[in-house]
């Protein structure tokens, strides 16, 4: 796959690629923004996560309708059903506004989540270079709960230059434009993926309204 540079896994369901056979999605060209990069990072070429993912694939699912999901095997957030077309809402909390069975549920999930290998994501553990641009894989199994770790770092780590040297002046998930829908994404992915571990489609992250907070 690496080598292909096409990653459209099946949809088990219905056993097609992106779940086209079920009109949910199909294998396509990666498209790209082709606005210039920001004076923050000089350089070109040299890092992994510009125009993501286009280093490691140029062709992926992309979904129709309220699918979604690295195979469309997934309904977009706010959506529910067996043809993702009932709208769905829930209601995150306050932390200080929790019961204390709600807060013991939410440490629970957590604790779940940390004994819970992926069943769907695995982290690269090398550059696409290292990994000899694709003939040597590097990847290994994470928990649920450190792959959103690993997420957050892999977005957000120095990067690595030509000659062993690092860049440590911008990181892409929180000194750019990307900051604020990045996180905002970050969260529902991290939600949805405690959801399925602990079975519980009800499950929501609490919030901290730090507006009044002391020290």
Known sequence: VLLRKECCPIWPTDNSSCGEASGRGTCQDVVISNAPVGT?????????RENWPFVFYNRTCQCQGNFTGYNCGECKFGYTGPNCDIRRNLIRKEIFKMTTAEKDKFIAYLNLAKRTISPDYVISTGTYE???????????DINVYDLFVWMHYYASRDAFLEDGGVWENIDFAHEAPGFLP???????VWEREIQKVAGDENF???YWDWRDAQQ
Do not use: E, K, V
């Not at 290292?130 to 290994?140: C, L, V």
């Open 204 to 206: 929501t992250i609490p």
């Open 182 to 188: 990045w996180h905002r994404l970050f969260l529902l």
């Open 40 to 48: 923050q990072f000089p350089f070109s070429g040299i890092d992994d």
């Open 130 to 140: 290292q990994m000899g641009n694709g003939s040597i894989p590097m990847f290994a």
